[in-house]
């Protein structure tokens, strides 16, 4: 077994850890992933028990400065807020500085600005640790490549090893027992302009069962979870097939399905976990409705109520029309990678 701190000592293998510029800022956007990421096989080092494959949306995601400070405690702001300590959100900030600190006494002043919910199931964690592992890089000056970011930020959480790239993102489990394979890797010639997000927000209150403790539960009692990571397999042969062709019906058809597979294997642990509530069930039949009517359009769900909604630029009048508060985002408005 390896620790988190083993694996830094890997990546950083020797280097400095003496600050190179007085405060260091970074941004990463969010992501959302078609295929899931569900099940750990580490849970300490955030190894995942299979692929998963993401599209990121350019414009959402954190922004995150970091500096070495003179004081006795981590300053952490969000949205210009001051964080308290005993917070979830400032715990496993403080948990993932505790692993870079050249000596314990080293503090820092981070200050977040995100434009997304925090802990709502909208992968707020996912472009906050990107972007502070950015920031650290930054800060000191390691000039790491993205696989190495990648790993490295994989270790605050899973799924920020994603938000790396804009476009599309595949994270590739790896086999080691060191995770040092366990990274993520851009799709980078595959653009699809007409696509669509819409971020459906429909209870933006954090969860109340993590994330970690959902896969946790769902890994350990599920018996579903034993047929999940072939059906990974199958969704993403099918994801990939679909991007090629530019299959649309294909697209959204299986990270629908993929989605609803997610939400059965936790729904069949014990005790069970269900992150839909009655609005996200509501919004789930509008969607079908819409298809009834030959409007093209599928939905996805992560670790929380809202969805997220596929749809082409073609049908955007509709979908605006039926969920008046989706915000719509372009995934491929933005050419360039942000590292
Ligand atoms: O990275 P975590 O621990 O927040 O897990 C994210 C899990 C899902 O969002 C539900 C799926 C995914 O692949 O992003």
């Not at 830094?8 to 405060?23: F, G, P």
């Not at 006795?72 to 949205?79: F, G, P």
């Not at 669509?196 to 933006?204: D, K, Q, W």
Request: hydrophobic residues 45%.
């Amino acid at each position: 077994m390896f620790s988190k701190k083993d694996i830094i000592d890997k990546v950083l293998n020797r280097r400095s850890r003496q600050a190179v510029v007085a405060e260091a800022e970074a941004f990463a956007p969010t992501n959302i992933a078609l295929v899931k990421y569900w099940g750990k096989r580490d849970s300490i080092l955030n190894l995942p028990v299979t692929n998963s494959l993401s599209i990121a949306l350019p414009t959402k995601g954190a922004l995150t400065s970091i500096r070495v400070i003179d004081d006795k405690a981590d300053i952490i702001r969000l949205n210009h807020k001051l964080i308290d300590h005993t917070t979830m959100f400032a715990k496993r900030i403080i948990d993932f500085l505790d692993l870079f600190r050249p000596h314990a006494t080293e503090r820092y002043n981070i200050t977040t600005m995100t434009n997304i919910p925090v802990a709502a199931g909208v992968a707020s964690s996912a472009c906050g640790f990107a972007a502070l592992t950015l920031a650290l890089n930054g800060l000191y000056g390691w000039g790491l490549s993205t696989t190495e970011l990648s790993i490295l930020a994989r270790l605050g959480s899973g799924s920020a090893c994603r938000s790396f790239w804009n476009g599309w993102v595949e994270w590739q489990r790896g086999d080691r027992a060191d995770g040092m394979d366990s990274f993520s890797v851009p799709l980078l010639d595959v653009t699809w302009p007409e696509l669509r997000v819409g971020l459906l927000l429909l209870n933006t209150t954090e969860k109340s069962v993590s994330s970690r403790e959902a896969m946790q539960r769902t890994v350990a009692t599920s018996p579903l979870f034993l047929e999940w990571p072939q059906r990974v397999d199958s969704d993403l042969a099918q994801i990939k097939q679909a991007l090629i062709t530019r299959d649309f019906l294909l697209l959204g058809r299986v990270a629908e399905a993929n989605a609803n597979a997610m939400h059965a294997c936790m729904a069949a642990a014990t005790p069970s976990v269900n992150y839909r509530e009655p609005a996200t069930e509501a919004a789930r039949a509008t969607v079908r409705q819409l298809r009834d009517k030959g409007i093209p359009v599928f939905y996805t769900q992560d670790a929380g109520p809202n969805l997220k909604l596929l749809f082409l630029s073609e049908n955007t009048k509709d979908i605006t029309e039926a969920f008046t508060s989706i915000e719509t985002e372009q995934p491929f408005l933005v050419e360039e990678t942000i590292a």
